[in-house]
């Protein structure tokens, strides 16, 4: 079985661009959520879905950060404009609603120079 | 303020001797906690985890110990395995149910000497 898919796996992109992290979800599963890892800072929850809904979304950091979820595979995350602060190892998330247990996909790696 | 602390940044084993795993958290609406094996280039993988009604959960080599009136839990693996080197987190959440987000502590890195 497939699991949670991140892409791109590695993005370097420089200042002032426009990022777009993707991510499917494992099939079935109707939570969704959207980590951020840095040395400082740690693992840290940014924003999460239940059915597809934005449910919360106080850990994202700035407006510049948006997330979407047109629907039960699909969900993005995008950073407009990045800034060197944006780098980092984003994660992206999926569980049935009624666990508590997440599955991580495999991360993507963002370098803003 | 970091809600779930693991004070050791890295842990030196033996293998075949017992690793232990400490975390402390700050904030009394955590109702279960888990912990999280993680491998470098990938995604953290879930290990074990423990409702607040209960003060052990045990899976094969990895127990799960809860102290709730010290706002502490330890992962115990035994006997440790070379395979068992990896960054460890332990993570909480409250009492909404199974759908929210967790609150991660900043991980150990757990080295298991031959």
């Known amino acids: 079985d497939a699991g949670v898919i991140q892409s791109p796996r590695h993005e370097v992109t420089e200042m002032g661009q426009e990022v777009t992290l993707r991510c499917k979800p494992i099939s079935g599963h109707n939570s969704l959520f959207w980590y951020r890892q840095t040395m400082m800072r740690g693992l840290e929850l940014l924003i999460y879905f239940n059915n597809n809904v934005p449910i919360d979304d106080s850990g994202m950091p700035e407006d510049r950060f948006s997330a979407k979820m047109p629907n039960a595979s699909f969900s993005t995350l995008k950073i407009q404009p990045s800034e060197p602060r944006d780098s980092a190892v984003y994660f992206c998330a999926s569980s049935f609603w009624e666990s508590y247990e997440q599955y991580f996909g495999p991360g993507t790696r963002l370098t803003v120079t | 303020d970091q809600q779930v602390k693991q004070n050791s940044p890295s842990l030196s084993v033996q293998e075949g001797r017992i690793s232990i795993l400490n975390c402390d958290y700050t904030n009394s609406m955590f109702d279960y906690f888990l912990w999280y094996k993680k491998y470098p280039a990938e995604g953290p993988t879930f290990l074990i985890s423990i409702s607040s009604i209960k003060d052990k959960n045990e899976d094969g080599r990895f127990t799960v110990f809860l102290n709730k009136s010290a706002k502490h839990l330890s992962l115990h693996i035994v006997p440790s395995q070379p395979g068992d080197s990896a960054v460890y987190f332990c993570?909480?959440?409250?009492?909404?149910?199974?759908?929210?987000?967790?609150?991660f502590g900043k991980g150990t890195h757990l080295i298991i000497q031959p």
């Open positions: 993570a909480a959440t409250g009492s909404g149910g199974g759908a929210d987000g967790l609150t």
